[in-house]
């Protein structure tokens, strides 16, 4: 199973990015996908997550900001980032689960300045 993060970058306050996450390995249509982040000197956190059948759920500092989607033809979920703020600064990773297995990507950073 192999997950593979691109998109991020620096970003002024109030713009916008998109993420991607590539998946191989798996029938990517039966697993739900979900995008988390790491701050430095923070947790790692859950930001949002969607579910095979296409459902998401979001954590609520980034409710109404940011969008997930997938698209099971091309095995890639996205994570759409709008109205960027500076505490949204944190390596972005993606991840899966797979018989009781956790599979994350390397990560991608994203900055956003003031």
């Known amino acids: 199973v192999q997950l593979v993060e691109s998109g991020g970058g620096l970003v002024q306050a109030g713009g916008s990015l998109r993420l991607s996450c590539a998946v191989s390995?798996?029938?990517?249509?039966?697993?739900?996908i979900g995008w988390y982040r790491q701050a430095p000197g923070k947790e790692r956190e859950l930001v949002a997550i969607?579910?095979?059948?296409?459902?998401?759920n979001y954590a609520d500092s980034v409710k109404g900001r940011f969008t997930i989607s997938r698209d099971n033809m091309k095995n890639t979920v996205y994570l759409q980032m709008n109205s960027l703020k500076p505490e949204d600064t944190a390596v972005y990773y993606c991840?899966?689960?797979?018989?009781?297995?956790?599979?994350w990507g390397q990560g991608t950073q994203v900055t956003v300045s003031s």
């Open positions: 969607i579910s095979r059948g296409g459902s998401a």
């Open positions: 991840r899966t689960s797979v018989s009781l297995s956790d599979y």
């Open positions: 390995g798996i029938t990517f249509d039966d697993y739900a």
